[in-house]
T-cell receptor, first 115, second 112 residues
């Protein structure tokens, strides 16, 4: 399968714990995006990378959220000191470069439940 | 930032054409308009993208008027498998205000 993969698919944690999610994009894609989606809502844009450079991070929800893409391949999204309001689906997508914006290929998401 | 508005839900019958409209009154000059389809427990899937006028591919058409304040996704001859949530996405990553804004989605239900 050469699509976008995300791990884990599900994560249950207790409030106050840190969690990290991984995204492996399509190999030839140099753009990678993170979104959060809550029930009944559209995905909410968080951040994106062009290769290893994080070009937009002001949409991250708070300073508890951080993302990295150290070698321009896979990416991680970390949430520190989780809160119950962080419970959501976290989606990753990737796209080829070139245009200012183009078709994104989404992974299946990581569902986070904070108890 | 572009805010998008879509109908919450629509019903249709198999074989009919379905048109879903998205309003984006404050769309910026560089913003593109993209539509995605999402099934439960899956990530969104790209349908079509445009900037102005009309775009057609093998699954849908996208109509964008000259003022670009709205867009209409047209699905010809829908089938039961087209039952899903459809989102419009407005945005651009080239400018200083890099933002991609999804609408709240339209639940399309195709009936037999």
């Amino acid at each position: 399968d050469t699509g976008v993969s995300q791990n884990p698919r599900h994560k249950i944690t207790k409030r106050g714990q840190n969690v990290t999610f991984r995204c492996d994009p399509i190999s030839e894609h140099n753009r990678l995006y993170w979104y959060r989606q809550t029930l009944g809502q559209g995905p909410e844009f968080l951040t994106y990378f062009q290769n290893e450079a994080q070009l937009e991070k002001s949409r991250l929800l708070s300073d508890r959220f951080s993302a990295e893409r150290p070698k321009g391949s896979f990416s991680t999204l970390e949430i520190q000191r989780t809160e119950q309001g962080d419970s959501a689906m976290y989606l990753c997508a990737s796209s080829p470069g070139g245009m200012a914006y183009n078709e994104q290929f989404f992974g299946p998401g990581t569902r986070l439940t904070v108890l | 930032l572009a805010k998008t508005t879509q109908p919450i839900s629509m019903d249709s019958y198999e074989g009919q054409e379905v048109n879903i409209t998205c309003s984006h009154n404050n769309i910026a000059t560089n913003d593109y308009i993209t539509w995605y389809q999402q099934f439960p427990s899956q990530g969104p899937r790209f349908i079509i993208q445009g900037y102005k006028t009309k775009v057609t591919n093998e699954v849908a058409s996208l109509f964008i008027p000259a003022d670009r304040k709205s867009s209409t996704l047209s699905l010809p001859r829908v089938s039961l498998s087209d039952t899903a949530v459809y989102y419009c996405l407005v945005g651009d990553l080239s400018g200083s205000a890099r933002q991609l804004t999804f609408g709240s989605g339209t639940q399309l239900t195709v009936l037999p």
